[in-house]
Each structure stands twice: as C-alpha cells, then as structure tokens.
C-alpha cells in the first residue's frame, strides 16, 4: 500500500511563493514517477508537474517557468516549489505516486492565491 501525505498549502498572495511537500510511505522506489496535479472546483485535474527517478520533469504549460517539482529519494519526498503564483493558480493540489499501470493519491492540500 502508498500512501501520500500532502503539506504547505495555504493562503498566499499574487506574485508570491509557495512549498508544497509530499511525503510517501509503503512500497515506494525512487525510479517510480511521481507529479502534482491541481482541480479547481467544476474543472479537470490537470497536470501540475511530473519528475520520473532519472529526474526528467514535465510541466504543465500555465505553469512553466513559475513552478519546479523536485524529488529527495533518500525520504521519498517530492517537492513543488510555487513561485510568481497567480489567482488562477487556486486549486486543490494533489500528489501523484504512479506504480506500474496504477496511480495513486493523496488527500490534496488548498492552495489559495489572493489577488
């Protein structure tokens, strides 16, 4: 069993900066990719950012430049590091740990961007 704790979201500003954690527990691997995805209420999860075990990342194309994922194997941690964030950005951010053919959750953290 996986298990995701999601941590660091919250109330922020327009134009500030945000550190989402995500911390795994249970079988996981570090070549495993793991991502953050985002559902605003009445719209589609979508794609945040994605980092596989070689650190290849993918990013969601609102977001590029503003935002980077990161991984700390040793703890089975990733990171998303939220920078210039915008009102748009507001969302429930979820962790994302993919094993084989199968995707795994957690509960999501609130990030809310005031203008």
């Known amino acids: 069993q996986v298990q995701l704790v999601e941590s660091g979201g919250g109330l922020v500003q327009a134009g500030g900066s945000l550190r989402l954690s995500c911390a795994a527990s249970g079988t996981i691997f570090s070549i495993n990719p793991m991502g953050w995805y985002r559902q605003a209420p009445g719209k589609q999860r979508e794609l945040v950012a994605a980092i596989t075990g070689g650190s290849s990342t993918n990013y969601g194309d609102s977001v590029k430049g503003r935002f980077t994922i990161s991984r700390a194997n040793a703890k089975n941690t990733v990171y998303l590091q939220m920078n210039r964030v915008k009102p748009e950005d507001t969302a429930v951010y979820y962790c994302?740990?993919?094993?084989?053919?199968?995707?795994?959750w957690g509960r999501g953290t609130q990030v809310t961007v005031s203008s």
């Open positions: 994302n740990f993919r094993w084989g053919s199968s995707d795994f």
